[in-house]
């Protein structure tokens, strides 16, 4: 490989969302061996499907024996398709480039020599050629490098799939001398680099994370509890109504998680219901809250949990006032407050101190 850098710091290609929409879900990519190629994509986290094929050649010749020959004009490739929401077309042509093939390499990878194992990106659609060719100019600009980049931009025509012994063929025989020399090393290498890529982000229309504690952090989080706190929040208890710190507090302010500090409630929703638990119409929002069926003590109700940390809040009821006609019944002890001014809780220390605080007229 004549990469000059790790392939955890490759930067992914330049492009703007249209493009990318316009794009697709699904690429051909021609990388040498369709062997290796497809077992690197095997291990990518949003690639829903990978399937070895032929393609720049005609039917009659779509074969392993006429395309191993170097007779025809076919070029072993993958087709790629992956789920935009888990895995981004960027992330499958910076795979492509720099774990798996060396695409500068002409008309061989390797051992395997001949025009069928050409390095080529067999655009789909016009956006396809336009991002792989911007992508191209990008890297050679960068020099990563030691020799320009020789991938050829060709039209896909028709994909032919291969037999169905070449599918998940390095997976099935492991063994296999020229699997483990070939593959296994761009296996172990999309590994390593799946392992540094950072857990997506589950971001709330506000603007929260909500991807849920670590176990260590999650660990130290249920420390700071004390023993009215731990039944509430960790075993779904409630506590005794009318005692609460919230019950009768007025003041402006944002309701957050006692545990994981998202936000739940605004103060400008909070009504006093005379049940003695502090009681709002509304949530903060509806995206912070999780809702799971209740049929414990005889009863059918909706229990709310943080839809974060997933810790015991209360009960919502059909029975409030207006403006949702909606209870949500919620333990103090659950709950921290942020009076109006101040910064909120960020107990995770996501920089989300001062998050939905402007212009939101609580
Ligand atoms: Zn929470």
Redesign the pocket.
């Known amino acids: 490989m004549s990469l000059k850098i790790d392939p955890w710091s490759f930067p992914e290609p330049q492009m703007d969302s249209s493009a990318e929409r316009d794009a697709g879900t699904s690429i051909v990519l021609g990388g040498g061996c369709f062997w290796c190629t497809e077992a690197v994509y095997r291990q990518i986290d949003g690639v829903t499907d990978v399937r070895p094929g032929y393609v720049g050649g005609s039917a009659e010749t779509a074969n392993y024996r006429a395309v191993c020959s170097g007779d025809t004009n076919h070029a072993e490739v993958i087709q790629v398709t992956f789920d935009p929401a888990r895995v981004r077309l960027g992330e499958i042509l910076k795979t492509f480039f720099s774990i798996a093939h060396d695409p500068t390499q002409l008309d061989r990878q390797g051992g395997d020599v001949g025009r069928q194992y050409r390095s080529a990106v067999f655009y789909g659609n016009e956006a396809q050629r336009r991002i792989a060719e911007a992508y191209i100019r990008q890297i050679d600009a960068a020099g990563l490098f030691d020799a320009p980049v020789v991938t050829t931009l060709e039209p896909l025509e028709a994909f032919y799939e291969a037999e169905a012994y070449h599918h998940d063929y390095a997976a099935r025989n492991p063994d296999q001398p020229y699997i483990r020399a070939a593959a296994a090393p761009k296996v172990a290498k999309i590994k390593d680099a799946m392992s540094r890529r950072p857990a997506p982000k589950h971001v709330s229309p506000s603007a929260f994370d909500l991807s849920p504690p670590p176990g260590d952090v999650r660990r130290r989080l249920e420390a700071t509890l004390g023993t009215e706190e731990r039944n509430v929040l960790l075993r779904h208890g409630t506590e005794a109504p009318f005692c609460g710190a919230f019950v009768d507090q007025k003041e402006a302010g944002t309701y957050c998680?006692r545990?994981?500090g998202?936000p739940l409630f605004r103060a400008t929703a909070k009504f006093d219901s005379g049940t003695g638990w502090p009681s709002f119409t509304t949530p903060f929002d509806e995206a912070h809250l999780k809702f799971i069926r209740d049929r414990s003590h005889g009863m059918e109700r909706v229990e709310i949990c943080?839809a974060?940390?997933d810790?015991h809040q209360g009960h919502v009821f059909p029975d409030g006032p207006p403006p949702t006609g909606q209870r949500y019944c919620i333990n103090s002890v659950s709950l921290q407050f942020a009076a109006d001014g101040a910064e909120l809780p960020d107990p995770m220390q996501r920089g989300e101190k001062s998050l939905g605080l402007a212009g939101t007229g609580r």
Do not use: A, I, Q, V
């Open positions: 998680c545990l994981c998202l943080c974060r940390c810790s």
